[in-house]
Structures are given as structure tokens and as C-alpha cells.
Nanobody, 124 residues
């Protein structure tokens, strides 16, 4: 059974940084695309970033491009999201997911397995 466990969320002031991690078990993520999505209260889930299995393709939402960086360590079965220059609008529950699609998809329905999420709160 595939399990994804996110960590690294927390409370941070605007302008600060956080690094999220997503550890996978029950599968080998080396040949899977992985993505990060977020959902704020009262809003729909939205795409944040995605990375191909070979690390050659990365995609970002316009709202985070230039501030967030997605990376992966296939040897550790883990994907990361480095978030810099955080804004209050970044406050949300961040979840990671895996997808067999290539190139990586920005659509949630293309992802098969999801983690429970880690909360990120950015204060002004």
C-alpha cells in the first residue's frame, strides 16, 4: 500500500521560509512524477509544483514561481518543496501526490495517491 507522509509545515512570518518533505513508502517513486498541491479554507485545491521522475522537468504555479523550488531524492524516496519569501496568501494545507503521468501533470485527477497534508500558516 502506497503511503505518503508530509512534514515540515508550521507557522512562519511573512518573508520567511519553510521546507516541506514528502516521504513515500509502499512504492518506488523513482519512475513516478510527484506533485505538491495546496488547499486553503473555503477554497478549491490548487496546483503548486510538480517534478518528473528524472528530475528533468519541473512545473510551478504562477503564484509561487521564483519563490518555491521542488526537488526530489529518489534514493530516499522523498520529494521536497523549499518555500521562500512566504506570503499570507500561501497559508494552506499542503499535500503531496504521485502520478504515473509524464510529463508531470498540473491536474489533481492525474494523481493516484495522496498524503494527508501538512499545514503551513504565514502570518502578516
Amino acid at each position: 500500500q502506497v503511503q505518503l507522509v508530509e512534514s515540515g509545515g508550521g507557522l512562519v512570518q511573512a518573508g520567511g521560509s519553510l521546507r516541506l518533505s514528502c516521504a513515500a513508502s509502499g512504492c518506488t517513486v523513482s519512475f513516478l512524477s510527484m506533485g505538491w498541491f495546496r488547499q486553503a479554507p473555503g477554497k478549491e485545491r490548487e496546483f503548486v509544483a510538480a517534478i518528473s521522475w528524472s528530475d528533468t522537468k519541473k512545473y510551478y504555479a504562477d503564484s509561487v514561481n521564483g519563490r518555491f523550488t521542488i526537488s526530489r531524492d529518489n534514493a530516499k524516496n522523498t520529494v521536497y518543496l523549499q518555500m521562500n519569501s512566504l506570503k499570507p496568501d500561501d497559508t494552506a494545507l499542503y499535500s503531496c501526490a504521485v502520478s504515473p503521468r509524464w510529463p508531470p501533470s498540473q491536474l489533481a485527477y492525474d494523481y493516484n495517491y495522496w498524503g494527508q497534508g501538512t499545514q503551513v500558516t504565514v502570518s502578516s
